[in-house]
């Protein structure tokens, strides 16, 4: 049996979070506005308008290449690319296709197998984006509000071999784009658009097979399945001994089938030129300094900064830095903790990442502030209070905003570990359930457990369970049976 290698490359959009279009002062986030409600003659291709570039689009577009370690280029220009497309009204798209502004470039990327794959950029460049169609009714809708959104497109090499690793690589790619706060990267919202490019040849040849490209899948899963779906039909064919041809192929998610859209044999020319009315892009030595300056840790060091620093194991520390406040959330924690980080991290893996989700809000957002968490697990830790109540404190804390102790106070939740009221809990669950007493007493001691569990209902989780439990043995071995045991 022939064995096969795939070989796959990605083509992404990345919309960029400015406040305004990329050449004119029209708002770029409309998601929500009613259709052809910001528009302008720039962004809508009036004779005659005339562009005027985003100088945050480019600080923007700069802060990616720099995060992908991609060269610079100081001069790049805009281009047009011509095709007469409806929600194009230009006639041409205005991008960057001779020198843009970020050549070559990597990103590592940890696969879920332990390897590190290095995934090669070839380059990144601005462009703006195109209205939207929508069919309806037999009738064409078109919506500018997206018309003129800055994006930058980013092309691989094709680093990638297999659909696991691809969807890896977008996970990363989102997370990246979000860290450093270029894009919200929400692929279900548009904002990530991934083109994919597959070919597979049988292994050991020395080209590559023909590719077929997959456009526009929109979300990670999709990803998966689609180039699954690619690798498995051009497997088949080469195996049944047939070319594979060079598609364009849409991937219909719902009925998880690849559809060919057109034969790829004839590019179409799209006669680029330099956009005259643009300038070109001048990027400075100090410009560049000034976004490093300002680049944050990026997310796969600090991930690696958290196991080695604090030696947390891998899977912590992918979780924590999965978004930049989480993992910003989990140091301030430590400022005022100080003490074990794994006992944080298990703090936040287990109650702040599950109240995030439930509330589907950020760590930023949230009331329980770091301050708060370090001083829940401080209670818990000096036995003021049980394991379950600094739980039940999380979620009070977020409903009322009010400090960890005063809570306590306020509702008297410090843990029962005070004898004397313990024992008479104790003494009075024992007084009322002559059945298991004796059932314990020959020698069911298991039920010691569900005694426990009694005091715990009883004080509503406050009580501390171990000690309780030593005075029901008290009570009931010794006490009961008539032994005194002066030293228990
Ligand atoms: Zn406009
Ligand atoms: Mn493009």
Redesign the pocket.
């Known amino acids: 049996m022939t064995e096969y290698i795939a070989t796959i490359g990605l083509?992404t959009?990345i919309q960029l979070n400015t406040r305004t279009k990329a050449f004119c002062s029209c708002r770029a986030d409309s998601r929500d506005d009613l259709p052809n409600t910001n528009i302008c003659p720039v962004c809508t291709g009036q004779p005659g308008a005339l562009p005027s570039p985003n100088a945050e689009m480019v600080r923007k577009a700069l802060r990616l290449c720099l995060a992908m370690h991609a060269d610079i280029n100081p001069v790049s220009y805009f281009d047009r690319k011509n095709y007469l497309y409806a929600d194009m009204p230009g006639g041409y798209?205005v991008?960057q296709n001779y020198q843009p502004i970020g050549v070559g470039g990597w990103l590592d990327v940890d696969m879920e197998d332990g390897r590190t794959v290095r995934i090669h950029i070839d380059n990144l460049?601005m462009?703006e984006d195109a209205g939207k169609t929508r069919n309806e009714d037999g009738v064409r809708l078109i919506d500018f509000n997206r018309a003129g959104v800055p994006?930058v497109?980013m092309v691989t090499q094709p680093d990638l071999h297999s659909a696991d690793e691809a969807a890896v690589y977008l996970m990363r790619l989102r997370q990246l784009v979000r860290w450093i706060d270029v894009s919200e990267g929400d692929m279900e919202k548009a904002q990530l658009r991934c083109d994919v490019n597959v070919s597979v040849a049988p292994a050991g040849a020395d080209r590559p097979g023909k590719k077929c490209e997959i456009k526009n899948v929109n979300s990670i899963e999709a990803v998966r399945r689609a180039v699954n779906a690619e690798i498995k039909r051009q497997t088949g064919e080469l195996e049944a001994g047939r070319p594979v041809e060079q598609w364009t192929i849409e991937w219909d998610d719902e009925a998880r089938e690849l559809r060919k859209m057109r034969s790829k044999e004839n590019a179409v020319d799209y006669r680029f030129f330099r956009e005259p009315n643009l300038m070109p892009v001048v990027v400075s030595e100090e410009m560049i300094r000034k976004v490093r300056a300002e680049m944050p840790e990026l997310p796969r060091e600090r991930k690696l900064r958290f196991i080695s620093q604090y030696g947390l194991p891998a899977y912590d520390a992918g979780l924590l830095t999965a978004e930049r406040e989480t993992a910003d959330y989990f140091e301030e924690t430590l400022k005022v903790y100080d003490g074990d980080p794994k006992r944080v991290s298990n703090w936040m893996m287990n109650e702040i990442l599950r109240l995030m989700h439930d509330l589907g809000i950020s760590a930023g957002a949230l009331k329980v502030r770091p301050a708060d968490l370090a001083e829940i697990i401080r209670l818990v830790e000096g036995r003021t209070v049980t394991m379950a109540t600094g739980k039940q404190l999380i979620d009070l804390v977020q409903e009322s905003g009010k400090s960890p102790a005063e809570i306590v106070n306020e509702k008297g939740l410090a843990m029962v570990s005070d004898d004397a009221a313990l024992r008479e809990i104790c003494e009075k669950i024992v007084e009322a359930h002559p059945k298991e007493v004796a059932a314990y007493l020959a020698g069911k001691e298991t039920l010691l457990g569900w005694f426990t569990g009694q005091v715990m209902r009883e004080t509503k989780g406050k009580a501390d369970a171990k000690r309780a439990g030593e005075i029901f043995k008290r009570i009931m071995n010794y006490e009961l049976e008539g032994v005194h045991n002066e030293r228990l």
Do not use: I, S
């Open positions: 083509e959009h798209q991008t460049h462009e994006l497109e």
